[in-house]
């Protein structure tokens, strides 16, 4: 039987891509030989947890600003009407708030848990599925249906963005529910291979679409003194779908056509969410854009209490976003006033995905084969281990220590155990301690991915956009990670058959000192500050 093993990665929307099966046999590490589970799959989302450490004190009242070489803070000023600069950290009298956000973020984390399952769930699945369709021997199709769903995410992720400014954010998770549901009961009941790709097709744009609505739906609506954590715990939820695609898969040994039910299980959180989004208030920020004042107001009194109405809404007011100013178009976002904002998503994704989390787990049993460690379970167990410490310490640290300093923590720490991966594969002096410092630098790769890498894009994005722009430069920084993972997963064994593994691990050990130089001199820190004082801060009006 097909063993049972999810990979995955942590995102901001983060996960990760299925590349595909690998059959059992051997694989070249470099020099040395090291063995292969029959059902790992590359580029998945690691599993992740998630603590909800409810920081109440404000942070400092100033916003990072480093840009260019310039590697010293300064404090936030924004621009007044008549183009001269006013401090902005005075510090302001704060209602608290008597509201809560918890069970509306609760329902926004429904499309993260179907994102994580419908990446997980063919996994299981895959094997008994094509021997019911006939293509047990035609690994072709076998890898349209892993990866038709990638396609699918690339279209969603930038068409999220384009709906929730024009229908509203809790209507485009009700739109979002439809190519869920259909595409869940299309692949649990298909007959051929042509019904299950549309069925994987439609399941794909549900779940780019997924990846874009719900950080931002999650980031307008929590508290400035939580944002941080609540915004992460997205993560927790996308882990949480891998794991009950594994757990939906238990029974496939005893039923082999069980694959259906899988797939039908996922019409039940899709029609949840519907229903849940239906009485769910909607974004504050998004009605006051559209010039729905008394909305707005009643979302406000809705989600903090009506003790925090006059004080969220003054923030909007003094924003520079006034109702008359449009949404932004995609031509937009290259603009003079957000380019520079919007090339940090894009370049943070990108270095996410270059900095070679798909080639760890994609080697991850093999890694732990070398070192003794027979069982894929272990291995996974170990993994996600690593994972779900290292997602909880930056849970709790990214409302204190800030997003930047996890940012530099992370890749720093990715760009050491990349190194320590290489130099065991390739020094000779280290051959008696290869299998064991390779398990390490692997475990230490997937901890410092966690810290940062994993979680913060996908949170920070929504922060640092501008209320007109943000529905779309996140769905384009999105659309940069889907694209770039299905190129990465695309090429990257020719790859490493070509310059083999070792070196392509000091390549990735590059890209993340890279990334670390980058992030050092472009990425603001946000912890602390509203939407409204950051948007301020990086797009004044013009």
């Known amino acids: ?52 450490g409810l920081e109440l004190a404000r942070a400092r009242s100033g916003v990072e600003l480093v840009f260019g070489s310039r590697a010293k803070s300064r404090w936030v000023r924004a621009q007044s009407f008549d183009g001269d600069l006013e401090d902005d950290s005075s510090t302001k009298l704060q209602t608290k708030s008597s509201g809560t956000v918890l069970p509306y973020v609760g329902i926004a984390c429904l499309g993260a848990i179907l994102f994580g399952y419908h990446l997980g769930v063919v996994n299981g699945a895959l094997e008994y599925l094509a021997r019911d369709l006939g ?24 068409t999220g963005g384009s709906l929730a400014d024009k229908f509203g954010r809790t209507r485009t998770f009700q739109l979002d529910a439809i190519p869920l549901a259909v595409g869940a009961f299309l692949c649990a009941t298909a007959q051929n291979v ?11 744009i549900g779940i780019g679409i997924s990846s874009a609505i719900v950080p931002l739906y999650i980031s307008e609506i929590s508290p400035t003194e939580i944002r941080g954590a609540l915004g992460s715990v997205n993560q927790l939820f996308i882990c949480i779908g891998i794991l009950a695609a594994l757990v939906a898969g238990l029974p496939l040994a005893g039923n082999p ?27 504050p920020r998004w009605l006051f854009q559209q010039g729905k004042i008394s909305q707005a107001e009643t979302s406000i009194r809705s989600l903090y209490g009506k003790g925090k109405v006059a004080e969220v809404m003054n923030d909007l007011s003094t924003s520079g976003q006034s109702s008359t100013e449009q949404d932004a178009g995609w031509f937009d976002l290259f603009s003079k006033r957000y380019r520079k904002v919007v090339s940090v998503g894009a370049a943070l994704f990108l270095f996410q995905q270059l900095a070679g989390i798909n080639a760890v787990v994609y080697y991850s049993t093999a890694v732990f084969r070398s070192a003794g460690i027979a ?16 997602t909880a310490v930056a849970s709790s640290l990214m409302d204190r220590q800030g997003r930047k300093s996890l940012l530099i923590t992370s890749f720093t720490g990715m760009a050491a155990s990349m190194l320590l991966l290489s130099l065991s594969f390739t ?4 051959t008696p301690y290869s ?36 529905a779309k430069a996140v769905a384009l920084s999105l659309g940069m990670h889907w694209i770039s993972n299905f190129v990465i997963g695309l090429y990257f064994l020719s790859v490493v058959n ?28 946000t912890k602390g500050r509203s939407l409204e004082e950051i948007e301020r801060a990086l797009s004044p009006a013009t």
């Open 375 to 390: 069982s894929d379970v272990a291995a996974s167990a170990l993994v996600g281990a690593s994972n779900v410490f290292g």
């Open 435 to 470: 299998g064991t410092l390779a398990v390490l630098g692997t475990v230490l790769y997937v901890l410092s991915f966690s810290l940062g890498a994993g979680p913060v894009p996908a949170l920070l994005l929504p922060e640092i956009f501008a209320s007109r722009i943000r």
């Open 135 to 158: 293509i047990t021997e035609n690994t072709v199709l076998q890898g349209w249906i892993v990866s038709t769903a990638l396609a699918g995410a690339t279209v969603g992720s930038f």
């Open 498 to 525: 070509k310059f083999g593994i070792s070196t392509v691990y000091l390549g990735f050990s590059t890209v993340c000192l890279l990334a670390v130089m980058y992030i050092t001199g472009n990425v603001v820190e």
């Open 427 to 430: 020094w000779k002096v280290l």
């Open 194 to 204: 042509q019904t299950m790709i549309i069925g994987r097709l439609l399941c794909g």
């Open 1 to 52: 039987m097909q063993a049972l093993t999810i990979s995955a990665e942590a995102t901001s929307v983060g996960c990760r891509f299925p590349g595909g099966r690998v059959s059992s046999g051997v694989e070249k590490l470099g020099k040395r030989s090291l063995g292969f589970g029959r059902s790992s799959m590359p580029g998945r989302n690691i599993c992740c947890g998630q603590r909800l």
């Open 257 to 283: 056509l069980w694959w259906r039910t899988m797939f039908a299980i996922a019409v039940v959180p899709s029609v949840l969410m519907a229903l849940g989004m239906s009485i769910s208030p909607e974004s």
